[in-house]
């Protein structure tokens, strides 16, 4: 069994002591520079008045409501908390590879690199976030690699020789989409997850070289038929195909996690977007999770809380690495977070409606985020810290300049874009240039602001606005003019053949036929639609004017 260093220190600790709280140690924080964040330990204390040993996170006594001793030292001294306490320099840190997506640790001393978590980087965060950092100490992801070459060097065995219709159902035939015409969901019943399983997996029988092993030909992958997923049915127990089987028949290692899309689990089924109400069925690809929520623990079959947890690092390790176990003694509850997605949901599928050692029946389901403060926390910094080691492997620098532009500094003109050849790109394709609009914002006068400003005050605004709606409304004044049918304003000068066609154009003069000045008048008033101000015009010269003409004032 591979046991977590957590764990580890749960026994050392409790090893001399079986009374008391089940859990003896407590996660108090996340320290430690980028790339190097460990987990702080805190054992539990005992009250100096009635003897009572309490939680780290207890401040008062739990059964006289005494304080908690001030200054007392009681953190778990691990590797990575020495070196910080003395000052010294962690060599390893976390990066991530950007073709998998998974982290790894390397040696800035030696050059050195590993998939395991070296002991002299401590725990791993109690909480991690998008990207799992292994356990600790461990060669867990070399020994599940060899596990899976020992079980390809055979054929794979049939669980079943006859599968009967009436006990076993069709993954997700049980909703139809009108709109995506397909099956979607669950196949599952009101009744289902009640009964203990019938059977199950053991990967040292059954496990195996599936036709999903052979190599993949250039007609599948030419026709994009090259995606390979797991054997739901072998995760169950009851495949009854063998090595005549198209899906694999052994467990996910980090290789295959990289390989297998967001969209989908490792058995090959449709993820959704947002998890289900009661949070079972195949996950959220928009919110991926890797820790399981164990429910229908018996605890009070177990002597001890210890056996509990070996238990459940026992028969959930075996379906690949686990991070941490947590223990809910007081709710007979527990979850258990793997390094990876993929290993998160083939143990869900294998592990339902199993048992550990005491006949339980385990309701699985996907986990909800820790409220814990503390493991919010590490969960940001766990987050922070891959986005860096992310940018890093995609070239881009986050060390800090040192310095500031200064103020009246310019940024640079754009990079023109270039060919292979090295002509500009619009030089070669003149057409793919954004049109040129300056023409139509000609002999504008444009505000003459300070240097360094990036907006116009009130006064340079409302200069800008009267000189171009000024400049707009001649240029529709000429224009009117030159097509010779509507009447000009005084301003523009225009004219028009006759009153005809004055009359004809509404929208930009109205007649005031009844106030005319005089009927056998030459002159017309009429009323602008803009301003509202009147004016008049004669109809044999083209002459215009604000005021009454000469002589013919009311």
Same mark, same amino acid.
């Given at each position: 069994?591979?046991?977590?260093?957590?764990?580890?220190?749960?026994?050392?600790?409790?090893?001399?002591?079986?009374?008391?709280?089940?859990?003896?140690?407590?996660?108090?924080?996340?320290?430690?520079?980028?790339?190097?964040?460990?987990?702080?330990?805190?054992?539990?204390?005992?009250?100096?008045?009635?003897?009572?040993?309490?939680?780290?996170?207890?401040? @008062?006594?739990? @059964?006289?409501?005494?304080? +908690?001793?001030?200054?007392?030292?009681?953190?778990?001294?691990?590797?990575?908390?020495?070196?910080?306490?003395?000052?010294?320099?962690?060599?390893?840190?976390?990066?991530?590879?950007?073709?998998?997506?998974?982290?790894?640790?390397?040696?800035?001393?030696?050059?050195?690199?590993?998939?395991? @978590?070296?002991?002299?980087?401590?725990?791993?965060?109690?909480?991690?976030?998008?990207?799992?950092?292994?356990?600790?100490?461990?060669?867990?992801?070399?020994?599940?690699?060899?596990?899976?070459?020992?079980?390809?060097?055979?054929?794979?065995?049939?669980?079943?020789?006859?599968?009967?219709?009436?006990?076993?159902?069709?993954?997700?035939?049980?909703?139809?989409?009108?709109?995506?015409?397909?099956?979607?969901?669950?196949?599952?019943?009101?009744?289902?997850?009640?009964?203990?399983?019938?059977?199950?997996?053991?990967?040292?029988?059954?496990?195996?070289?599936?036709?999903?092993?052979?190599?993949?030909?250039?007609?599948?992958?030419?026709?994009?038929?090259?995606?390979?997923?797991?054997?739901?049915?072998?995760?169950?127990?009851?495949?009854?195909?063998?090595?005549?089987?198209?899906?694999? !028949?052994?467990?996910?290692?980090?290789?295959?996690?990289?390989?297998?899309?967001?969209?989908?689990?490792?058995?090959?089924?449709?993820?959704?977007?947002?998890?289900?109400?009661?949070?079972?069925?195949?996950?959220?690809?928009?919110?991926?999770?890797?820790?399981?929520?164990?429910?229908?623990?018996?605890?009070?079959?177990?002597?001890?809380?210890?056996?509990?947890?070996?238990?459940?690092? +026992?028969?959930?390790?075996?379906?690949?690495?686990?991070?941490?176990?947590?223990?809910?003694? @007081?709710?007979?509850?527990?979850?258990?977070?793997?390094?990876?997605?993929?290993?998160?949901?083939?143990?869900?599928?294998?592990?339902?409606?199993?048992?550990?050692?005491?006949?339980?029946?385990?309701?699985?389901?996907?986990?909800?985020?820790?409220?814990?403060?503390?493991?919010?926390?590490?969960?940001?910094?766990?987050?922070?810290?891959?986005?860096?080691?992310?940018?890093?492997?995609?070239?881009?620098?986050?060390?800090?300049?040192?310095?500031?532009?200064?103020?009246?500094?310019?940024?640079?003109?754009? +990079?023109?874009?270039?060919?292979?050849?090295?002509?500009?790109?619009?030089?070669? !394709?003149?057409?793919?240039?954004?049109?040129?609009?300056?023409?139509?914002?000609?002999?504008?006068?444009?505000?003459?602001?300070?240097?360094?400003?990036?907006?116009?005050?009130?006064?340079?605004?409302?200069?800008?606005?009267?000189?171009?709606?000024?400049?707009?409304?001649?240029?529709?004044?000429?224009?009117?003019?030159?097509?010779?049918?509507?009447?000009?304003?005084?301003?523009?000068?225009?004219?028009?053949?006759?009153?005809?066609?004055?009359?004809?154009?509404?929208?930009?003069?109205?007649?005031?036929?009844?106030?005319?000045?005089?009927?056998?008048?030459?002159?017309?008033?009429?009323?602008?639609?803009?301003?509202?101000?009147?004016?008049?015009?004669?109809?044999?010269?083209?002459?215009?004017?604000?005021?009454?003409?000469?002589?013919?004032?009311?």
């Amino acid at each position: 069994i591979l046991h977590h260093q957590f764990f580890k220190m749960q026994l050392e600790i409790s090893s001399d002591d079986n009374h008391g709280p089940p859990r003896k140690m407590t996660a108090v924080g996340t320290v430690g520079n980028v790339g190097q964040l460990f987990t702080v330990y805190e054992k539990n204390w005992k009250c100096p008045e009635c003897g009572q040993e309490n939680y780290a996170s207890r401040p @008062r006594c739990y @059964r006289c409501r005494g304080h +908690k001793p001030e200054g007392q030292d009681n953190y778990v001294l691990d590797p990575a908390l020495q070196a910080t306490q003395r000052g010294e320099e962690i060599p390893w840190k976390e990066a991530i590879d950007p073709t998998t997506y998974q982290v790894y640790y390397y040696n800035t001393k030696t050059g050195e690199t590993k998939w395991e @978590r070296p002991v002299e980087l401590g725990p791993a965060p109690h909480a991690t976030g998008w990207f799992g950092r292994g356990q600790t100490g461990t060669m867990a992801a070399q020994m599940y690699a060899q596990r899976n070459a020992q079980y390809l060097s055979r054929p794979a065995r049939k669980q079943k020789e006859f599968i009967d219709p009436k006990n076993y159902h069709l993954e997700g035939a049980n909703e139809y989409n009108i709109w995506y015409g397909r099956f979607l969901g669950d196949h599952w019943d009101q009744g289902a997850g009640k009964d203990k399983a019938a059977d199950r997996c053991v990967l040292e029988k059954d496990a195996g070289r599936t036709k999903a092993d052979e190599a993949i030909s250039e007609k599948d992958a030419k026709n994009k038929k090259d995606k390979r997923y797991f054997c739901v049915h072998f995760a169950h127990g009851v495949c009854a195909k063998g090595k005549d089987c198209k899906f694999y !028949h052994r467990i996910p290692t980090l290789e295959d996690d990289a390989k297998c899309d967001e969209l989908f689990d490792c058995f090959g089924r449709q993820r959704h977007s947002k998890h289900r109400d009661d949070m079972t069925g195949v996950g959220s690809f928009l919110k991926p999770c890797r820790t399981l929520f164990v429910g229908g623990l018996l605890k009070h079959k177990y002597e001890t809380p210890q056996l509990l947890e070996e238990a459940l690092w +026992k028969h959930f390790g075996e379906w690949g690495e686990v991070e941490n176990v947590n223990v809910i003694q @007081r709710l007979s509850i527990a979850f258990v977070r793997y390094r990876v997605r993929t290993s998160a949901e083939f143990a869900k599928e294998a592990m339902a409606n199993q048992s550990l050692d005491q006949g339980e029946v385990l309701d699985l389901r996907w986990a909800h985020d820790d409220p814990n403060p503390v493991a919010q926390d590490a969960i940001n910094r766990a987050d922070k810290d891959a986005l860096f080691a992310l940018m890093q492997a995609k070239g881009i620098s986050i060390e800090n300049t040192g310095f500031q532009y200064p103020a009246e500094y310019q940024l640079p003109a754009a +990079k023109k874009m270039r060919m292979d050849n090295g002509i500009e790109l619009l030089q070669q !394709h003149p057409e793919l240039a954004y049109p040129d609009t300056d023409s139509q914002y000609g002999g504008v006068p444009q505000p003459a602001g300070q240097a360094g400003q990036s907006q116009m005050t009130p006064e340079q605004y409302a200069q800008y606005c009267a000189a171009y709606y000024a400049q707009q409304q001649a240029q529709a004044d000429s224009t009117a003019a030159a097509s010779g049918n509507v009447a000009a304003h005084p301003s523009a000068g225009g004219a028009v053949e006759s009153s005809a066609e004055v009359a004809s154009t509404p929208s930009t003069g109205t007649t005031k036929s009844d106030q005319q000045v005089g009927a056998s008048s030459e002159w017309e008033e009429f009323v602008d639609d803009d301003t509202g101000a009147t004016y008049f015009y004669n109809s044999k010269t083209g002459e215009s004017s604000w005021g009454a003409p000469p002589g013919e004032e009311k």
